[in-house]
């Protein structure tokens, strides 16, 4: 049963990042196409736009290693010391692969 709600929440989450990366990178696009007038601004916005757009490929790359790891008995371990990671973390972040203690010594 955990295994199915990890696996929706997942999903979920996936197709949010997704839909938002594609949001960020079409802004990105319109941005470069603005007035130079307001180009100072823009260039701005750009470098928030482009740290928004790095985090989210970044997060759904967790996903799809959490996804590939799921159905098989390494989901739910750490991939440093093998230990559980523990349904209530993995119910808050179901992308975490590493443990609290590990994820703390970093
Ligand atoms: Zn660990």
Redo the contacts with the bound molecule.
Sequence with gaps: MQGITAKQSLLKRQVELSTRLKAVELDLHKAYNQDSGEQAVERENDEVLEAIASETAKELAQIDRALSKLGTDQYGS??????P?GNERLEVLPTAT??I??AQSH
């Design positions: 750490c991939d440093q010391c093998g230990e990671i590493t443990c203690s590990c």
